[in-house]
């Protein structure tokens, strides 16, 4: 059974920093790309970062690019986000997801408030 489990979200104030962690299970862990999305209220998810699997390659949307990193440790079957510099507008809930065999997984989310 695919299990995506999110932690590390929390409050913080503007240009704080949080470490987002997803453990995993139920599938092998290094065959597969791994990306982080959020969902903001009211609006949409958006994909912000993924990496493939042996950290080759890492991609950001616009909005994160140079304040956020992606990485991830096969070993521990963990993907992690760092963030840093962090705005009002990163204020989300954050959802870790692979997909396999065609088939998306997420985890349940994990939120960010960034507030003063």
């Known amino acids: 059974q695919v299990q995506l489990v999110e932690s590390g979200g929390g409050l913080v104030q503007p240009g704080g920093s949080l470490k987002l962690s997803c453990a995993t299970s139920?599938?092998?862990?290094?065959?597969?790309?791994m990306s982080w999305y959020r969902q903001a209220a009211g609006k949409e998810r958006v994909l912000i970062a993924d990496?493939?699997?042996?950290?080759?390659?890492?991609n950001y949307a616009d909005a994160v690019k140079g304040r956020f990193t992606i990485s991830r440790n096969n070993a521990k079957n963990t993907v992690f986000l760092k963030m840093n510099s962090l705005k009002p507008e990163d204020t989300a809930v954050y959802y870790c997801?692979?997909?396999?065999?065609?088939?998306?997984?997420w985890g349940k989310g994990t939120l960010v408030t960034v507030s003063s």
């Open positions: 997801h692979t997909q396999i065999g065609g088939m998306d997984y």
């Open positions: 139920g599938f092998t862990f290094n065959s597969v790309a």
């Open positions: 990496i493939t699997q042996r950290s080759v390659y890492t």
